[in-house]
């Protein structure tokens, strides 16, 4: 489990937009270039919800079939991921991996589960599920999911507090999750607290060539000379 960072660090971040973080990462983890971020479309539900940060509680979950456990067996282990949801450092993010050969058979997310959720310290969910009651689902609570449906069918929590695979995203317990409408993005956390610098940088060296691209002079000449002001931002 990844220890707390300081609570400044992640409001800096959540001031950032999750395609500008993947772009940081590159310059202070460049070994991440290509790995660690969602790399599958998701319906985001608020499109112009602000950017979230959280630590990932995990788990995985199936719908189609009925279950082979007891009802008993079933509301028990409910309860003991639920006991997990709250546990560990806050704000969490849920990383939800739905199992079922065809994932979103059935949805997880909806009105009772965003409410419960977001009681227990949780921000949002990342899940290749299903999500469901759009209207209903608990105020500032962000979900990227697979696809929207209907029936929640059989769906139950099969595993949790392991890691997981969503969107191509893979995701230990306990990581430092950053999320928004492009989708979700993990964060070493050894290299959080370089991140807000390395994005001023990216900023400032963007900054050179859009605002020649922006003047009614612009061509070529002008773009060459921009990027070479731009590389030389240190």
């Given amino acids: 489990m990844t220890a707390a960072l300081p609570p400044a660090l992640l409001e800096r971040l959540r001031a950032i937009d999750t395609p500008t973080i993947c772009n940081g990462l590159e310059i202070v983890a460049p070994d991440r270039r290509g790995t660690g971020y969602t790399t599958r479309p998701l319906v985001c539900l608020r499109e112009d919800m602000a950017p979230i940060v959280g630590y990932a509680r995990t788990a995985t979950i199936r719908a ?83 696809s929207v449906g209907p029936s929640h069918a059989y769906v139950r929590v099969e595993t949790f507090d392991a890691p997981v695979t969503v969107a191509g995203m893979a995701v230990s317990p306990g990581d430092l999750i ?13 290299v959080a607290p370089q991140l807000p610098a390395a994005v001023d940088l990216l900023v400032r060296r963007e900054a050179v060539i859009l605002e020649a691209s922006r003047r009614g002079d612009f061509d070529f000449a002008a773009l060459a000379r921009a990027i070479g002001e731009s590389d030389d931002i240190h």
């Fill in 64 to 146: 189609r079939d009925l279950p082979t456990a007891s009802a008993a067996e079933e509301r028990q282990r409910r309860l003991d991921y639920y006991a997990y949801v709250e546990k560990g450092p806050l704000p969490s993010i849920m990383v939800i991996e739905d199992r079922d050969p065809e994932p979103g058979h059935g949805a997880f997310w909806g009105e009772v589960n965003t409410s419960v959720h977001k009681g227990l310290g949780s921000l949002g969910v990342i899940t290749n599920g299903s999500i469901r009651d759009l209207d209903q689902c608990a105020a500032g609570f962000q979900l990227l999911a697979g």
């Fill in 178 to 190: 950053h999320a928004d409408r492009h989708g979700a993005v993990v964060i070493p956390a050894e």
